[in-house]
C-alpha cells in the first residue's frame, strides 16, 4: 500500500510559478513510476506529467510542455510550475503506478493523494 499526500497548491496570478511536492509513504516509493493529474470544475481528470522510477524520463501533457517540471528525488515528487494561466486552475493529483514507466492514461496508476487546488487568477 502507498499513501501519497499532495502540498504545494494556492492561489496565484497568472504568469506565476508555484511548486507542487507529493509526499509517498507506505511500499518503496523509488520502485515506482509517478505522475501528475489534474481535474477542472465540471472537467474529466487530465494528465499533466509523469516521471519513470529512476526519474531520468519524463514525459508531459502539450498543454503544460515548457512551462511545468516534473521531478523526484528519495523523498518526494515535484511539479514546478511556471508561467501559470487561467487555464492551469484545477485540482492537481499526485498519483503512483506498480511499473518502472507510465503512461498518460490513469489507468496507469494504482495509487492516488487527495489533490491540491491551484487557482490561476487573471
Known amino acids: 500500500q502507498v499513501q501519497l499526500v499532495e502540498s504545494g497548491g494556492g492561489l496565484v496570478q497568472a504568469g506565476g510559478s508555484l511548486r507542487l511536492s507529493c509526499a509517498a509513504s507506505?511500499?518503496?516509493?523509488?520502485?515506482?513510476?509517478m505522475g501528475w493529474f489534474r481535474q477542472a470544475p465540471g472537467k474529466e481528470r487530465r494528465f499533466v506529467a509523469a516521471?519513470?522510477?529512476?526519474?531520468?524520463n519524463t514525459y508531459y501533457a502539450d498543454s503544460v510542455k515548457g512551462r511545468f517540471t516534473i521531478s523526484r528525488d528519495n523523498a518526494k515528487m515535484y511539479l514546478q510550475m511556471n508561467s501559470l494561466k487561467p487555464e492551469d486552475t484545477a485540482v492537481y493529483y499526485c498519483?503512483?503506478?506498480?511499473?518502472?514507466?507510465?503512461?498518460?492514461?490513469?489507468?496507469?496508476?494504482?495509487?492516488w493523494g487527495q489533490g491540491t487546488q491551484v487557482t490561476v487568477s487573471s
Open positions: 498519483a503512483a503506478a506498480v511499473t518502472y514507466y507510465s503512461g498518460s492514461s490513469s489507468d496507469d496508476y494504482k495509487y
Open positions: 516521471v519513470s522510477w529512476s526519474g531520468g
Open positions: 507506505g511500499r518503496t516509493f523509488s520502485n515506482y513510476a
